[in-house]
Nanobody, 114 residues
Framework: VQLVESGGGLVQPGGSRRLSCAAS????????MRWYRQAPGKEREFVAG????????YYADSVKGRFTISRDNAKNTVTLQMNSLKPEDTAVYYC????????WGQGTQVTVSS
C-alpha cells in the first residue's frame, strides 16, 4: 500500500489550496478514504472522509462548508479542495486508508499565513 500526498504549500488567509493523494497497491475503489491533519503540538485529527464509490462524504465541524473531498476511482486519487483557509488550518495533511491496518502517506505541509 502506498499513499502519496501532494499540493501543500504556503497560502494566505482566505485563500484556497487543493491537495491530492495518489494511491496504489490495493483496490482503491473498494476503500473508504480519509484526510487527517496534525498541527504542531497537537494530536492528529480527522478532517474529511469519502465512501468507496464517492456517494457519501463527511467532514469535521471545523472544516464543514469550506473543504470538499472527492475521489476519482479511475485514477486512484482522492482530493481535498480547501477554501477560505484560516491560520488554524495550518498543519501537515495526511491521506489515510484502512485495510485491516491503518495506512498513511508521508503528509504534505499546509501553512496559512500572511
Amino acid at each position: 500500500v502506498q499513499l502519496v500526498e501532494s499540493g501543500g504549500g504556503l497560502v494566505q488567509p482566505g485563500g484556497s489550496r487543493r491537495l491530492s493523494c495518489a494511491a496504489s497497491g490495493f483496490t482503491f475503489s473498494t476503500v473508504v478514504m480519509r484526510w487527517y491533519r496534525q498541527a504542531p503540538g497537537k494530536e492528529r485529527e480527522f478532517v474529511a472522509g469519502i465512501t468507496s464509490a464517492g456517494g457519501n462524504t463527511y467532514y469535521a465541524d471545523s472544516v464543514k462548508g469550506r473543504f470538499t473531498i472527492s475521489r476519482d476511482n479511475a485514477k486512484n486519487t482522492v482530493t481535498l479542495q480547501m477554501n477560505s483557509l484560516k491560520p488554524e488550518d495550518t498543519a501537515v495533511y495526511y491521506c489515510n486508508a484502512v485495510l485491516g491496518n491503518s495506512h498513511w502517506g508521508q503528509g504534505t505541509q499546509v501553512t496559512v499565513s500572511s
